[in-house]
């Protein structure tokens, strides 16, 4: 089977939800009459990340004008119920189109933040959402931990969908984790636009046995609204290069990687590849060694197949 990606390499309408949604809605539209059937959007694209910003905090304060610039961040992002969620999924369904999206979620019943990916089906709507389980550094300031259940892959009429946002690609247990679901597609939205990151979509690739879609914004500092100019003074103008990436089972690259331009990699995606790639190498099969390794994830929810099985027996 083949499948059609498209890998957004784009900015956000930064900070403005409203303006960040309608840009979606273009870019899916114009991608479904071009024959995709999965467009992935890279970390945070809703309302955007927060490059360079501190929110006002260092070791053992808060400024007023940063939980200020908290408070504007939280009414940007991304409520996955109500309007914000039956949008992507009218949008979904209308272009006929997989969304893979990366949002920043705030969530009905709590005032934390969360750096979230939200799986969308054109048939069954909203798949489920990966939650970041690690924050990498200073974005622990933002935003709250997830826990297993946040480890998520889903079986879809185009291949099995996971993946882990960004640094948390560098956690060998969390990898293994969307290994043992048999993941097919991995994604991997990034704000990571190092050069060394492609050889960590490569890594994973041939680890995993899988397609890898490595997703980044192309973004620079004039790009940010004037209100936030002083606030990433210091940054380089290229702030975000990018980096997209499309790999295939073998580790070889398909497309890209796309730098210092916005643009969408597209690719077709031949499954048929993943089973003859396992002949040598299978982290979920004979390289295992059940025998001497146990490995358990708290939390971790059970695929459909897991779950009929479970029944039956």
Known sequence: ????????QDSPVFFDKEKS??????LAAKYAQEGCQLLVFPESFIPGYPRGFTFGATVGSRSAEGRQLYATYYENSVLLEGKDLDRLEKLSKKQNLYL???ITERQANNGSLYC???Y???TDGLLGVHRKIKPTGSERIIWAEADGESLVTYDTKIGKLGGLICWENYMPLARTAMYQKGVEIYIAPTADSRPAWTATMQHI????RCFVLGCNQ????SMYPEAYQLLIEDEAENICPGGSIIVSPMGEIIAGPLFNKAGVLTASLDLEEI??????FDANGHYTRPDIFDFKVQGQPATKKEKLRSQST
Request: no cysteine; proline share 5%; hydrophobic share 50%.
């Open 1 to 8: 089977m083949k499948v059609k990606v498209g890998l957004v």
């Open 205 to 208: 690739a041939l680890e995993g």
């Open 21 to 26: 949604f309608e840009k979606v809605e273009t």
């Open 100 to 102: 893979v999206i990366g």
């Open 275 to 280: 089973l003859p790639s396992k002949l040598d």
């Open 116 to 118: 979230a990916m939200a």
């Open 218 to 221: 192309y973004f620079t500092k």
């Open 120 to 122: 969308i089906s054109p």
